[in-house]
T-cell receptor, first 114, second 109 residues
């Protein structure tokens, strides 16, 4: 593994189904983030984690949950998917929650909810 | 509310220079980032400004004026591979990134 990986690459999901998007980083970064990107809108933060064992809500957290059991993994769960959750989801990480550290992004998961 | 404004789309010619502007209104300021995003790919980091002035990095430069809530990204000697979206993001008082919708740059030969 080099950097950040996400799985699956893409997924078509029936409304009402539960889905977990996986994110793993091998850079030993403390902070991790989940964003969604929709056409015509900027990246919007769903949830974040400043360090293992802690999580926080971003701008659009409703319908999503996260956990951070260890430094490397930060899964995002949709408990009961709805069509408005159709989007491209990016996981990102940074060395520090603040400071000049940049965020590095995974390749994204394209999710379609029908 | 918090707001980041960038032009939706710009067109430029290969070999030329283009300036992409970004204006922001955020609750606090802890740095401004520019990212490049090719279609279907993840954003990648280009530059970071926290103090006023110009930061130069090869063909790319980024400028910041905190008093005006303004930044620009300057791309010189444009190449076809520079065709991409350019995202402006500001780190607010909570150290969260607020993102603009991005500027799609089209390079013509």
């Amino acid at each position: 593994i080099a950097g950040i990986t996400q799985a699956p690459t893409s997924q078509i999901l029936a409304a009402g189904r539960r889905m977990t998007l996986r994110c793993t980083q091998d850079m030993r970064h403390n902070a991790m983030y989940w964003y969604r990107q929709d056409l015509g809108l900027g990246l919007r933060l769903i949830h974040y984690s400043n360090t293992a064992g802690t999580t926080g809500k971003g701008e659009v957290p409703d319908g999503y949950s996260v956990s951070r059991a260890n430094t490397d993994d930060f899964p995002l769960t949709l408990a009961s998917a709805v069509p408005s959750q159709t989007s491209v989801y990016f996981c990102a990480s940074s060395g520090l929650a603040g400071g000049p550290d940049t965020q590095y992004f995974g390749p994204g998961t394209r999710l379609t909810v029908l | 509310g918090q707001n980041i404004d960038q032009p939706t789309e710009m067109t430029a010619t290969e070999g030329a220079i283009v300036q992409i502007n970004c204006t922001y209104q955020t609750s606090g300021f802890n740095g401004l980032f520019w990212y490049q995003q090719h279609a279907g790919e993840a954003p990648t980091f280009l530059s970071y400004n926290v103090l006023d002035g110009l930061e130069e990095k090869g063909r790319f430069s980024s400028f910041l004026s905190r008093s005006k809530g303004y930044s620009y990204l300057l791309l010189k000697e444009l190449q076809m591979k520079d065709s991409a979206s350019y995202l402006c993001a500001v780190r607010d008082s909570n150290y969260q990134l607020i993102w603009g919708a991005g500027t799609k740059l089209i390079i013509k030969p």
